[in-house]
């Protein structure tokens, strides 16, 4: 158990990290619009001052469904892309398969399990386990057959009393192909509802309402007064040299960032957050408007610039390491 300065601490930590990143939710979306980032961050310091306040008066009770593992705790095998296929028997009752994150899963609880994977040869780097092994423990098995999400593992494990959430990032590092993850736990740890989330990083844009509360109908005035760089019908509207300094910073090593809003005629309305940040280009884009595409989220960790001149000219964030891209402006000569 946790003493109270220390459950402090990681709720902090936890803190930290969320304002980082933001887990990829497909049922849930903000309706606020053009909320202060000043007040939101008041708000949300404000939460987590009273989680302290309340949770330090009882930690005991607390801490005792919640527990939470450490990225160095989590011991795991890994294994890099080959031609081995990472997929599982989908007759399985605890297969889960997430199509739009491009992660599949389950759990292998008993040796009489293990053994038909380890005899049909499809995972390279499968734990050594016995049956007695599996007396007190059970595996779990997280893979990607979707390259852009290479280098995955295991960051965070929690704990509740009625949950085993298991957050998957991925590792920049461009020798890190890892797509098949292995974690042995304990079966105290086992719960009904396993669920295992991929992490995107994303840009930190202050200044900026939050991409996920922007409307549907995001006016170009609403962008303007925002800052955004602005473009309409593959034409500069508003905002070019905001996005020539933002070349000319990142050329320079500095850190920076922007927002494109982009509308194509009436029927088509996206906006790309660009954050470059030590040295690495941070993208998330969200399409608020599309007939077909709407509400759709991409995001893209990326190492260079590119300029595509062709009708057009397309300035394209590129991941050496995947070969995953994002355009941040598309114009016309």
Same mark, same amino acid.
């Given at each position: 158990m946790l003493d109270e300065n220390r459950f402090i601490e990681e709720v902090?930590?936890?803190?930290?990290?969320?304002?980082?990143?933001?887990?990829?939710?497909?049922?849930?979306?903000?309706?606020?619009?053009?909320?202060?980032?000043?007040?939101?961050?008041?708000?949300?310091?404000?939460?987590?001052?009273?989680?302290?306040?309340?949770?330090?008066?009882?930690?005991?009770?607390?801490?005792?469904?919640?527990?939470?593992?450490?990225?160095?705790?989590?011991?795991?095998?890994?294994?890099?892309?080959?031609?081995?296929?990472?997929?599982?028997?989908?007759?399985?009752?605890?297969?889960?398969?997430?199509?739009?994150?491009g992660i599949e899963y389950g759990i292998i609880e008993t040796y009489e399990e293990y053994m038909e994977y380890k005899e049909r040869d499809i995972w390279e780097n499968m734990p050594e386990m016995t049956e007695e092994d599996f007396n007190n423990n059970f595996l779990i098995v997280i893979t990607t057959s979707h390259l852009y999400r290479a280098g995955i593992y295991i960051s965070d494990i929690t704990e509740t009393e009625d949950t085993l959430e298991i957050e998957v990032r991925t590792n920049d590092e461009k020798e890190d192909m890892t797509t098949i993850v292995f974690?042995?736990? %304990? /079966?105290?740890?086992? #719960?009904?509802?396993? !669920?295992?989330?991929?992490? &995107?990083e994303t840009p930190v844009m202050e200044g900026y309402t939050d991409i996920d509360e922007l409307p549907r109908e995001y006016k170009i005035e609403d962008a303007i007064e925002e800052g955004c760089v602005v473009i309409k019908n593959y034409k500069f509207y508003s905002g070019e040299d905001k996005f020539y300094e933002f070349l000319?910073?990142?050329?320079?090593?500095?850190?920076?960032?922007?927002?494109?809003? %982009? /509308?194509?005629?009436? #029927?088509?309305?996206? !906006?790309?957050?660009?954050? &470059?940040?030590?040295?690495?280009?941070?993208?998330e884009e969200r399409m608020l408007k599309d007939d077909e595409y709407e509400g759709k989220k991409s995001y893209i960790v990326g190492d260079k610039i590119t300029i595509l001149d062709g009708w057009g000219k397309t300035y394209r964030i590129i991941s050496e390491k995947t070969e995953n891209f994002m355009d941040i402006v598309s114009i016309d000569k």
């Open positions: 902090w930590k936890k803190y930290e990290i969320e304002t980082r990143v933001k887990k990829k939710d497909k049922f849930y979306e903000k309706k606020q619009y053009k909320a202060s980032n000043k007040k939101l961050l008041l708000k949300t310091v404000a939460s987590f001052l009273l989680v302290i306040t309340i949770t330090a008066t009882a930690i005991g009770g607390t801490y005792a469904v919640v527990q939470k593992y450490t990225k160095e705790e989590v011991k795991q095998e890994r294994t890099d892309w080959s031609d081995t296929k990472p997929y599982f028997n989908r007759n399985d009752d605890n297969f889960i398969y997430n199509l739009e994150d974690s042995k736990l %304990s /079966k105290d740890k086992y #719960k009904e509802n396993i !669920v295992v989330n991929y992490i &995107y000319e910073k990142v050329e320079n090593g500095e850190n920076a960032n922007i927002r494109v809003y %982009s /509308k194509y005629e009436e #029927k088509q309305i996206r !906006v790309r957050d660009i954050e &470059y940040r030590d040295g690495k280009y941070i993208g």
